[in-house]
């Protein structure tokens, strides 16, 4: 009786340590974790609004790859809004080389492979003059892309002209945008299993990283999670990802188009935490005058990351046209402001310097989740567009205060 | 005079002012009595910019605890309208004026003269010819604030604050960006006004100002009021400021360093010079000049003498300038086209402007240390992270940077503190010569002294250190060898055993 009621006590103790750390915890990462609450709000907040249709395997999956070609936009604009520019023009530059990689495969016959190599490297090449102009004249980028906007927006229409709505006959392009990885196990009925071990694998593989990383943290005496919080951490990201995956293996299992995501994400991510170049595109954004006396070339840097950014508007417009298995004429339109929208709802900082690949891509999740569910829920597109400014704002809005705090 | 004569125009009572996890102000007190000049010294963190934003109302009636007695009356400040519709007015550090807006424009930013609802111009400036006379500025006043000097700039700054009608000035580190002329005519003007029944406040520090203007001298110690010193009680003097600004004795403001032969000569320069195109003249005209190595070589000279488009000229950063003349390290002739190849030569620039130009502010102490030289912490382009670890940890440690973890963003670090994360950046870069321009700018005075130290370990070590300073005493202090600059030339060459303040001085101002 008496050491019932006690473990009692002990367990409340450990709950309320708990509790109070979560909150501790909460309020100094809000930044961070503040795009995750908001996902997950929004997620909720639909299923129950749609009965459940939000969250339907279907939905989701569709969702998924209706991101994509935004999501590849969101991580190449995250690194121009971090070294403290814009590019107005992606949209457009998407739209034409998506014509572009049409005539390549319908009147000039090329395969698939080589059509989109030569689109990316027409990307880069947009991106090199830019950063030209940019970099080297000194031009403000918002004038450049502008005009670049106004440019690709022309070259758009000429390509289009005489056939109007190119219609694209591959398969194997098609599939980019509309298909879904094989399964060649098929181990459960009404399961995709490559997906559900791809799954399993990609769980594996973040608890071992975190553990790492954790015991890693601690030999250096940082400041490292309690054990407690850390395992509920590893737990909730699990499930959260362990969820998607299964919703999504009740489907089709994953789509091309997510595992490209995926695969340019984990590049990014990479190329921004542990390269000598990612730390030098933070430091040109963090401070310009500081970055080049310490010998960064800032003029490279900017060549470099705008020729990325139009490398990635390319593989965009790849996603796009194949999804739409048809080049038209208003493709990529209001693409940038999606991206520019994510990236800031993502937590890039609107002074340059700051921001994470991966919180981009949550918050080209954020802003899609939003026009799917009011979609669903058959919201007026007049409404639509107003809602989506107001969240924009919202985020920009926590963004500073949140920063205000800190400092 | 009135019978208020002894009265405190300004009572701060019991003043305490805590920050999330940090008591930035407790229970302080601080009396100005009407019509002095009185002083606010400290080191850094010390609380001196907590309690100016107190009174000033930036931190308003309710966030702090205690009173603020102005003129008898307790104060409840919600913002810095008040405070100044009270007679407050603050004149910052940094400059709050408009470049390309005339004199008058600024001056009467804010609260213009109005007929109805638009701006009455004649009578704009009008006021502003007599307020110019009031600070002795002897100007046009739709002159371009960008086309005066500094000095020129602070006093229409405490111009536009007696278009306000002001009670009581305040002045923050109102020297700081100044010469020794102009500084001179600041601080008369103070004593002017103070004739006149103005009451200032003046924080600072540079204890020589100090000394030679303040009646009282408060001193704030972490968050704490020291003492107050009444200087017609001759209580107000070098030694006993320090003693209470660090809390322990000081007895040598420059550590000494053991003497030691200097070595070969490791950077030359001949007939440098420089032509800028933007300014449309020659910025540094045919210098020679010279470094040996372990030896500490001071430029000294008055601001803009042309000290820092020196340094910038031989580390690469060109800013668009043309240069002629021979640059030789070793013996070997240098031509650099970007900062990378002057650190790839040897060669390290610790800035003036360590938040403009120095540091990343929003990036934390390790990122900040590293990123001169993470060449040597990677492979093919990877960052070795643990390595880079170590290293900051080093550093954080050498030279004693004081942080709970080098996670820790620069912008939360005190002025001494961000100075050490410089330095270490720029050691991490195993450079040969060293180039610390104003190394002591805005660091107190416990924090100097640690930087004097590591400077003669570095000496030791055999490094080569080229000093940009504008502090004669440090100056004096400090090198072997000094050279001084005025507009563009080399004005003189001395050691620094022969040199006295008053020989640097001719030679700055030829």
Redesign the interface.
Known sequence: MDSLSKEKKNFKTYLLNYLKEFKVLLRKNIREYGMFIALFIIMITFSILTNGTFMSPRNLSNLINSTGYVAVLTIGMTLILIIRHIDLSVGFVAGFLGAIVAILMTSMKLNTGVSILIILAMGIVIGLFYGFLIGKVGIPAFVVSLAGMLVFRGLLMLATQKTGTIIIPNDSFNDIGNGFIPDPLKLVDGYHSLTLLLGIVGIVLYIITEIRNRK?MQK?E??VLSKSMFVSKLIFVSLLIGYVVWMLSRYNGFSWTVVIVLIVTAIYHFLTT????G??I??VG??P?????????VTKVTYFVFASMSMLAALSGVLYTSRLQSATTTAGLGFELDAIAAAYVGGV?TSG??GKITGSLIGALVMSSLTSGMNLMGVNISYQYIIRGIILVVAVVFDIITRRK?? | MTTYNTDYILEMNNITKEFPGVKALSNVNFKVKRGEIHCLVGENGAGKSTLMKVLSGVYPYGEYEGDIVLNNEVQKYSGISNSEKAGIAIIYQELALIPEMSVYENIFIGHEIKNRCTINWNETIAKSKELLKRVNLNINPSTKIKDLGVGRQQLVEIAKAFSKNVKLLILDEPTAALNEDDSENLLNLLRELKEEGITSIMVSHKLKEVISIADTVTILRDGRTICSLDASKSEVNEHTIIRNMVGREINNIYPKRAKKESGEIILEVKNWSAYSNELGRSVLKNINFNVRKGEVVALAGLMGAGRTEFANSI?G?LRGFKLSGELLINGEPKDFK???D??KSGIA?V?EDRK????????DIK?NI???N??SL?SN???N??EE?NVA?KYKDDLTIKTP?I?Q?L??LSGGNQQKVSVG?WLF?EPKILILDEPTRGIDVGAKFEIYTIMNRLIQEGLSIIMISSELPEVLGMSDRIYVMAHGEITGEINTLDATQDKIMEMATV
């Open positions: 890693n250096y940082f400041e542990k390269t000598v170049l730390r030098q933070y430091a963090g401070n005058e500081a970055a080049k006396l310490s010998g960064i070339n900082s310097g700051v800190k400092g | 580390f950063n970007h900062t990378s002057a650190i620039y800035t403009k130009e120095g540091l990343i502010l929003i990036h990122n590293t990123i001169a993470l060449k990677s382009g990877i960052i992270e643990n670890i940890n973890s996670e963003l912008g939360n950046k870069t």
